[in-house]
C-alpha cells in the first residue's frame, strides 16, 4: 500500500464544517465571525508518550485527547486537526485500529480531520488542533488572582499509579489497575467544561505534567502563589488510594503527570456558577485550595503542617 493509499483508505473522510479538508496543497478553515482561532499542538513519541503495548485504538484516541485537553483549558470549541505521523511501516491491522480510536472521539466532539504528512520512520504522532473561542473570552494562565478559589476536574493521579505498575514499583489489585489503565490510555478531555468556565474562571490550564509542575506555570505567569490542602486533594486518587498507602497517593495527585484535567481558579463569589458548569458539563469539580499573594506552591496537611519540596515535576529533558 503506497502513502496515498493509506491516506485515502484510513484518514480522508468528507469534509464537513470545513470549506475544504483533506486531498489539496491546504485546508480551508471559516471560524464564524466575531471568533479567534485557539491552535495547539501535541506529539507523542513511542517509548516516551506512550508504551508500545497500548492497543493502537486507545493511541488513536489519545493522540486525540490530548490535544483537545489544551482547547479545553483555553475554553475553546474543537473545529479540526492535522495528523502528522511517522510510521515505520503501513501495518493495516495497526492503521485500522488507530484511525478507528482517533475518529471515535474526533466524532464525538465534532473535529474533523483535515490534512497532515505523512512518512516512514520511527513511530511518531504530532496532532494539530484549531478551535474558536469569542474574541478576548480564552481562559489563560495569566489571570489568577490573589484570593481566588482553586479548583481541579474530575480525578488526579490515576494514569501515574498504572505507570508504576507497569515500571514494577508498585502492585496493585487486578480491578484497580484496570481502572488505572483506563485512565492512562483513554483519558476524557474536559472540552464541555472549559468552555461553561468561560466568564468564570480566571485562569486555567490541563494537568499533563501533573498539578504542582502544571500550577507553576499559571503561578509565575499570573504572579502570585497557592496553598493546597492535601485533605481536599487527596480523595482525589479515584483508583485505589488505599491500596497504594498516603505517601504514594500523594505523589500521584500532586505530581502524577497525564492526568488531562483542568486546574483553574475563580473568584470566590462565583462557587456557585462553577458548580453549575461543572454539572452542566457532567464533570466533577472540587475546590483544592486559593491562590495567595505571596509567590510559592504551599501543600498544608489537615494539622496545618507543611508539606514542601518532596514532589517534582515531570520534565522530559530532567
Ligand atoms: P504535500 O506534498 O502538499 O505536503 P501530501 O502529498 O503530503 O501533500 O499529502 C496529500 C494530502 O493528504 C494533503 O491534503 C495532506 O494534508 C493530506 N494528508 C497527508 N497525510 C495525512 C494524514 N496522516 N492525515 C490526514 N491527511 C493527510
Ligand atoms: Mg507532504
Redesign the pocket.
Known sequence: MG??DL?LRY??RPARRSPLG????C?LLAPAPGQQLAVSSDMLVEGRHFLSTVAPERLGHKALAVNLSDLAACGARPLAF????SLPSADEAWLAGFSKGLFALAEAHDCE??????TRGPLNICITVFGEVPAGQALLRTGARAGDDLWVSGTLGDARLALEVFRGTLALPADVFAAARDRMEKPDPRVALGQALRGIATSAVDLSDGLIGDLGHVLRASGVGTTIESAAALPLLAAGAKACGDEWALTCVLAGGDDYELAFTAPPALRAQVEAAGRQSDTRVTRIGRIDAEAGLRVVTADGSALHGRFAAFDHFD
Do not use: M, R
Open positions: 502513502e496515498f491516506i484518514f480522508q483533506v486531498g489539496d496543497d485546508a492535522t495528523l502528522a505521523l480531520l483535515v490534512g497532515g504528512d505523512t
